[in-house]
């Protein structure tokens, strides 16, 4: 049973444009999510996240949008660049749990075309 | 300064050899982690150990065995080799209590032959 899903497995947008990466969930016991931007031969790192306390966190070009009614997480990224290029990751965890029990989407790639 | 360093990057092997996977972080944190992605994207936790007490230990065979020597390091050990072991791990760590972002080494690419 995944309980995170990342439906689209890439995504193409011109430079400039938004990138908008879905992600759902099922488990209702999640309230922390994050987005994690993994590029070729090297380790995901931690781009932004989301408590289930709010809807929208921001940083910078980022923006992470949380509907919980629909369990379903949002990473907006405006104006994409070509260095956006990467595979994404969604994680969702509970936040009173060890951060290791999150778990993770298989990801999306986006290709930023200059 | 890599905060979360594992070796060997490439590691080639033929079947039934074993093999360890090293990883270092110094970040401070007290909680270190092993994951296998394996040849579907998926990220999956394999262990966790928490200052040095191990915590989540998920299906894993028990061909894989972990070992930390203290809070800094989480060595990973797997004997026996066979092909379904070819994956790239990653080595990461959290500090518990700081939200649950995790920190990801640059993973070892293991190849079983």
């Known amino acids: 049973d995944q309980q995170v899903k990342q439906n689209s497995p890439s995504l193409s947008v011109q430079e400039g444009r938004i990138s908008i990466l879905n992600c759902d969930y099922t488990?209702?016991?999640?309230?922390?999510f994050l987005w994690y931007k993994k590029y070729p031969a090297e380790g995901p790192t931690f781009l932004i996240s989301i408590s289930s306390i709010k809807d929208k966190n921001e940083d910078g070009r980022f923006t992470v949008f949380l509907n919980k009614s629909a369990k379903h997480l949002s990473l907006h990224i405006v104006p994409s660049q070509p260095g956006d290029s990467a595979v994404y990751f969604c994680a969702a965890s509970a936040r009173n749990t060890n951060a290791g029990k999150s778990t993770f989407g298989d990801g999306t790639t986006l290709t930023v075309k200059p | 300064d890599t905060a979360v360093s594992q070796t060997p990057k490439y590691l080639v092997t033929q079947m039934g050899n074993d093999k360890s996977i090293k990883c270092e972080q110094n970040l401070g944190h007290d909680t270190m982690y092993w994951y296998k992605q394996d040849s579907k994207k998926f990220l999956k936790i394999m262990f966790s150990?928490?200052?040095?007490?191990?915590?989540i230990n998920e299906t894993v065979p028990n061909r894989f065995s972990p070992k930390s020597p203290d809070k800094a390091h989480l060595n990973l050990h797997i004997n026996s080799l066979e092909l379904g072991d070819s994956a790239v791990y990653f080595c990461?760590?959290?500090?518990?209590?700081?939200?649950?972002?995790?920190?990801f080494g640059e993973g070892s690419w293991l190849t079983v032959v």
């Open positions: 990461a760590s959290s500090q518990l209590g700081s939200g649950n972002t995790i920190y």
């Open positions: 150990y928490n200052n040095k007490e191990l915590i």
């Open positions: 488990n209702s016991m999640f309230d922390y």
